[in-house]
């Protein structure tokens, strides 16, 4: 920064931009089904007249907030406290937004993501290399979301044709000898050179998710990894499956905070974790519970919600900068019909090149959603 700006540079302004983009086409978990994504853009302005662009998406059935409650914590308990704070001091304005209000994890996160934005332009660098810049480009999966037995399958069969060498499946709705059958199925359909990831989205309970994947491992269908197997509070049951199964477990919803990971993998209960900046509260914290994993000697995935290009290329950069990170689930914004800013992360069937622009490398015009 200049020598000037010590002194002067402070956060001037807050504003929040309500966006709705369809989905290319219905995405259905164990948890929800979305068609159409519902996430707000947030625009910090500092003294200089620079800004910083962050998304909070909301995810109800996860992360608790919503499109309105995200308005509210941000505009009666993150903003005042942010604002009139010095840019030059960021620990001060980091902190002042972890500590403004008790959980909002999706509002923490798309100011926080903003401020990075903000600083690493200010230093005019991109904001994976202001995080750690280990890489610029790297392979993402691509979810196939809950369907038939048949949908599934073909779904899988376009992605394979499409380039993309990981898919993600989504299982969890069924009883698990049903979801092992399509599992089975799109094994068949795609082939052995592929890899399959399962997500149960806290679908299963322990010895049934135990028993399903060791069945899985024994039919041949090689599982690369299983997300989130019981539900997110059971840590003593994503232990057991943990401990009872050869196949790599990993934590999503149990973990959103570093002291969540810290527990966890205390107990041995993952082999994984998903950082994920809606549930963490955005880059720094996600920054924090990847080092305690690395400390560990356990791999993190960087994934996200259903998020737009804004979020979903701040958490590219998260993947660009820390070489711990193994595992990415970057498919969220290839399934929105349109995008709500410029500019970001490049998708190349499924290789993410992330912008060596300064910040984020996302220029956003309220309204102009493309």
Not at 260 to 274: E, H, Q, T, V
Not at 279 to 305: H, Q, R, W, Y
Request: net charge negative.
């Amino acid at each position: 920064m200049k020598e000037e700006m010590i002194v002067t540079l402070t956060i001037k302004s807050v504003a929040l931009f309500p966006v709705s983009v369809p989905l290319k086409e219905p995405f259905k978990t164990a948890l929800r089904t979305v068609t159409t994504a519902e996430t707000t853009l947030i625009v910090l302005t500092d003294s200089d007249g620079m800004t910083g662009l962050g998304e909070a998406a909301p995810t109800a059935a996860i992360t608790g907030d919503t499109q309105g409650s995200i308005k509210t914590a941000i505009e009666t308990a993150i903003a005042p406290k942010i604002v009139g704070l010095p840019l030059t001091a960021p620990e001060r304005v980091k902190r002042a937004i972890e500590t403004a209000i008790v959980g909002n994890h999706s509002p923490k996160a798309g100011v926080n993501i903003a401020v990075n934005d903000l600083l690493a332009k200010h230093y005019g660098v991109s904001v994976a290399r202001y995080l750690g810049g280990f890489r610029s480009a790297f392979e993402t999966d691509y979810t196939i979301s809950v369907g038939s037995e048949a949908e599934m399958v073909n779904h899988a069969a376009r992605l394979v044709k499409q380039g993309f060498k990981t898919l993600k499946i989504k299982v969890g709705t069924l009883a698990p000898e049903a979801d092992r059958q399509h599992v089975a199925a799109i094994r068949s359909a795609v082939g052995p050179a592929i890899g399959l990831r399962l997500d149960a989205n806290q679908g299963w309970h322990p010895k049934a998710a135990a028993r399903a994947i060791n069945e899985m491992t024994d039919a041949g269908l090689n599982l690369e990894l299983v997300e989130q197997p019981v539900p997110a509070a059971d840590f003593s049951g994503m232990a057991y499956v943990t401990q009872h199964t050869e196949v790599p477990i990993m934590a999503d919803e149990s973990i959103f905070s570093p002291a969540d990971a810290l527990r966890l993998l205390n107990m041995g209960g993952c082999d994984i974790i998903n950082l994920k900046l809606m549930k963490a509260g955005g880059l720094d914290n996600a920054l924090t519970i990847n080092t305690i994993a690395e400390s560990f000697g356990t791999p993190c995935m960087v994934g996200s919600m259903i998020e737009s290009q804004v979020s979903v290329t701040a958490a590219a950069h998260l993947v660009a900068a820390k070489q711990n990170v193994a595992y990415v689930d970057l498919d969220a914004a290839m399934m929105f019909q349109s995008q709500p800013a410029q500019g970001g992360i490049v998708n190349e069937g499924n290789v993410i090149t992330v912008p060596d622009a300064a910040g984020l490398g996302l220029k956003y015009e309220p309204n102009q959603v493309r």
